[in-house]
């Protein structure tokens, strides 16, 4: 009764959905608990409720900054007191935010899988009152999971340092096999899980072959209506594909891991305030994005794993109503995905030679490196030792994996300031337009020790303040430093490569099965995985994902592109026309372009004889373009 009620408080929800009250129980009486809940499950709901019914606080382990950021600000919204600890952040603010941990003004404290690891974080840890520990994107600790993160690997030493401390692991996408691996490598005391079905009925999952994606995609998107998200796998992709959507007329932008985080940000509000109907993006975007009434997720190329592609296409519908997941593939996409094993995977000699390659870059003598951080810019070191940038980043994290290099990718860096005048001789300047004026202001207000040494800031910020964009604010700034008033070192994107222990000569290196020939062999079953869905046209697309991930017997659905072909096949009529009322069978009204995505290769004349039947026994209604089941379609026997 008491965690109801407080969902109804701050949220606003009569009742809990699925499993979130299993979970709920199981954590708040003390048990290490995994909950598997598919994308738009309520996922943390489950551990939001049971904290705040709970003394102490939740320590919340997430890789993603933006999930982070998102989830604080919702909460501080509705009066709960949360905090997160992030790359770029002063050690002043980190101390600020652990000391009021300590001390009980914080009761959700989210952190990235690495601070685990610092030395402050975990002797700051010990003085917490900690209620429970929740592990977010839980399949990221297996070494089976489509996703590893070794820094995932260090929860297990947080358990020791806060032993009585219960722990929920919350995942979207885990196989059987990940799910008895997650549960060991987190320590838990006892097998515990909780399972909600990965099915989604209202999700339609298509197929379908081309050899013209962008044609395709064009056709798809203007025959169904309403926020769409377009997957592929890289940057330029990205680019290339949402300008080619803005010239035939649509609203459409690219997004990426290189965009600095003001871009994405800008970006990601105007998707999802519907001021651009179109998200074309690379698998950086989607993670706790909360858009309910996404309609459409298409890839124009596969992810690498059955899990990936759910759990973005999960995206899709998540308010329940009907929505489509379609993946489009061409003759050439099977030859594409098997040469990505040797792009992951390269030979180890080749592995060996980049680590030889990256002492030379670095200079880097043999014996020495341990602890020391370079930054690293994958560009200039291949384009200096002639290699291909997918291979030779995949042989760093290969050396990652084996221990001998930490490599973080494209972290961006906060913008510096510090004042090169006194704080008098700002009262003495002439001549200053106002524009300038009130940026050295807002910068007064805003932040403290910038007569002593560099602090930190946001552009962002001081263009609230001062009515003006972060362009604006770059461009003033730039301008007080030319005037010898302060000096501004601008945000940069930068990646950084740590040895992790002393350098030695390549051929020394040694990779253990684990690292390298046994997980080569999994990405190979997982790319096969991928390629029997696309391919396979005799079992329902959603069967087909719901047993890979261990869910057996489910019932065809209904409205995929393979239960709706097998209508389609004898080009029957009466069949056409059951294909189409099932697919309208969940009584709300569909758009007619809808229809063409099941009934691309049924003949006109055809389609026009099943509406007919359907019209004829005044089972459908058309509205302003739009069509509804009114009542069912009865076939003859």
């Known amino acids: 009764m008491l965690h109801r009620s407080i969902l109804q408080q701050y949220w606003g929800y009569p009742d809990f959905r699925g499993i979130q009250a299993d979970i709920i129980r199981s954590i708040a009486e003390g048990r290490d608990t995994l909950g598997l809940m598919p994308t738009g499950g309520g996922k943390s709901i489950t551990f939001q409720v049971p904290a705040l019914a709970m003394e102490g606080i939740c320590i919340v382990v997430t890789p993603l900054i933006a999930l982070m950021k998102d989830q604080v600000m919702h909460l501080k919204r509705r009066g709960i007191q949360a905090e997160a600890i992030y790359t770029g952040q002063s050690r002043d603010e980190v101390l600020r935010i652990l000391d009021n941990a300590i001390f009980g003004a914080v009761k959700f404290l989210y952190i990235s899988p690495e601070r685990i690891a610092s030395e402050l974080f975990q002797h700051k840890v010990r003085g917490m009152n900690v209620c429970f520990i929740t592990v977010d994107e839980a399949h990221c600790i297996s070494q089976w999971g489509y996703d590893f993160r070794p820094a995932y690997l260090k929860i297990a030493d947080l358990r020791k340092l806060i032993p009585d401390a219960p722990l929920l692991a919350l995942t979207a996408t885990a196989t059987p096999q990940v799910v008895d691996d997650i549960q060991e490598r987190l320590a838990f005391r006892e097998k515990n899980v909780f399972r909600m079905s990965f099915e989604r009925k209202n999700l339609r999952y298509i197929v379908r072959t081309t050899e013209n994606k962008f044609n395709e995609l064009v056709h798809i998107l203007r025959a169904v209506e309403g926020p769409a998200i377009v997957y592929t796998r890289s940057r330029q992709g990205t680019i290339d594909t949402a300008a080619a959507l803005t010239a035939e007329g649509f609203t459409a932008l690219h997004y990426h891991a290189g965009l600095t985080n003001v871009e994405k940000d800008v970006r990601q509000r105007s998707w999802q305030e519907d ?10 975007f989607g993670m706790g994005i909360d858009k309910p009434d996404v309609r459409l997720v298409i890839h124009l190329e596969a992810p690498d794993s059955i899990e990936a592609y759910f759990q973005e296409a999960g995206r899709a519908g998540r308010d329940g109503k009907c929505s489509y997941a379609v993946l489009l593939r061409d003759s050439g996409d099977t030859t594409r995905m098997l040469r990505t094993v040797g792009e992951n995977y390269p030979e180890l000699d080749y592995v060996r030679s980049v680590y030889d390659d990256l002492a030379n870059f670095f200079q880097m003598p043999e014996g020495e490196g341990e602890g020391i951080t370079r930054e690293f ?121 740590t040895y992790t222990t002393r350098r030695i000569m390549g051929h020394h290196l040694n990779f253990p099965p684990i690292v390298y020939a046994l997980r080569k062999e999994h990405y190979i079953e997982r790319i096969g995985k991928v390629i029997d869905y696309a391919t396979r046209t005799d079992i329902c697309r959603s069967v087909y994902l719901l047993d890979y991930f261990g869910e057996t017997g489910a019932a065809p659905c209904g409205g995929c592109d393979v239960c709706c072909g097998e209508e389609r096949r004898n080009i029957d009529p009466h069949h056409v026309a059951e294909a189409i009322a099932q697919h309208l069978a969940d009584g709300q009204a569909h758009h007619v372009g809808e229809l063409t995505l099941l009934c691309t290769d049924v003949p006109s004349a055809v389609k026009r004889q099943a509406w007919d039947l359907l019209v004829g026994q005044e089972c459908v209604e058309l509205r302003d373009g739009n069509v509804r089941l009114i009542r069912p379609f009865d076939p003859p026997k």
């Open 275 to 284: 001021d651009t109907r179109i998200m074309v993006a690379t698998n950086a």
């Open 377 to 497: 810019d994958l560009n200039k070191f291949c384009v200096n030792f002639r290699r291909f940038p997918i291979q030779a980043e995949s042989a760093i994290r290969l050396l990652e994996l084996a221990g001998y290099l930490h490599y973080r990718e494209e972290e961006e860096n906060v913008s510096r300031v510090i004042f090169l005048a006194t704080r008098d001789d700002l009262y003495r300047f002439r001549g200053l337009t106002p524009s300038l004026d009130a940026v050295l202001n807002a910068l007064l207000r805003h932040y403290c020790g910038l007569f002593s040494d560099y602090v930190m800031i946001d552009e962002e910020v001081v263009g609230k303040t001062c009515g003006c964009t972060s362009r604006e604010v770059y461009e003033r700034l730039k301008a007080l430093t030319h005037m010898r008033i302060l000096n501004y070192i601008p945000k940069k994107r930068a990646s950084y490569i």
